[in-house]
């Protein structure tokens, strides 16, 4: 079965494949081997955006899609960035501009926990779908530490750990993270 990946940041891609390495009858198909159009991200929640991607890019290429939509929630900004996550600084903000929005927001404030949130959708080009949501729990952290991942990773501190993200690298992120929980959730249902 051949499943094109709705994405078109080369950072979620390596993740993606890594996270869905144990599945040998899929074979996954990137936006290298069928381009598809920019999707708008208008919707109000993750669900929203994750649908919308996996249904355009589906009905344009004609392939079975798994796309998802994620962000970081921040308890003190009252769900801030959530949707906005990747635009929060501004339409072409880089992941460091976003940071430092972050952190300044959130100086001299005690209450830090924050969560990632992945929602990803497969959809068939029949119609048929499935959609499955991730989290991981943690806090932010008063500084940026790391080199691994991207977008927020270098101030995100998972539950249980005293690293961020970017510190603990793509073995430990992977095994935990939003995007494996939604992916490996819906990958059960498809199996
Ligand atoms: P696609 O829509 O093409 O998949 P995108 O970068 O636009 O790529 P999103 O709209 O889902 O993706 O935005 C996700 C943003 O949320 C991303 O740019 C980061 O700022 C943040 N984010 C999501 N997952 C993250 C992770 O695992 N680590 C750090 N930041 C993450």
Redesign the pocket.
């Known amino acids: 079965m051949k499943i094109l990946l709705?994405?078109?940041?080369d950072?979620?891609i390596p993740?993606f494949l890594d996270i869905l390495a144990g599945l040998p009858a899929v074979q996954w198909l990137t936006y290298q081997d069928c381009p598809f159009r920019?999707?708008e991200?208008d919707g109000r929640s993750?669900e929203e955006?994750?649908l919308k991607?996996a249904r355009q890019i589906s009905q344009e290429t004609g392939l079975a899609t798994l796309?998802?939509?994620?962000?970081?929630e921040v308890r003190a900004l009252q769900g801030a960035?959530g949707?906005r996550?990747?635009r929060?600084a501004g339409e072409k903000a880089t992941?460091s501009q976003?940071i430092q929005k972050l952190l300044q927001g959130l100086k001299g404030v005690a209450d830090r926990r924050a969560r990632?949130v992945?929602v990803a959708v497969l959809r068939f080009p029949d119609g048929r779908e499935l959609i499955s949501r991730g989290m991981?729990e943690g806090k932010i952290a008063e500084e940026p530490r790391g080199q691994a991942?991207?977008?927020?990773?270098p101030v995100?501190i998972p539950e249980g750990y005293d690293k961020t993200?970017a510190e603990l690298g793509p073995e430990v992120?992977n095994h935990i993270?939003?995007?494996r929980r939604a992916l490996e959730k819906l990958m059960q249902d498809l199996l």
């Open positions: 709705g994405t078109k940041n950072k979620k993740e920019d999707v991200e993750f955006n994750a991607k796309a998802e939509d994620s962000g970081l960035p949707v996550s990747a929060f992941d976003n990632f992945c991981l991942g991207f977008g927020y990773d995100f993200l992120k993270s939003h995007r």
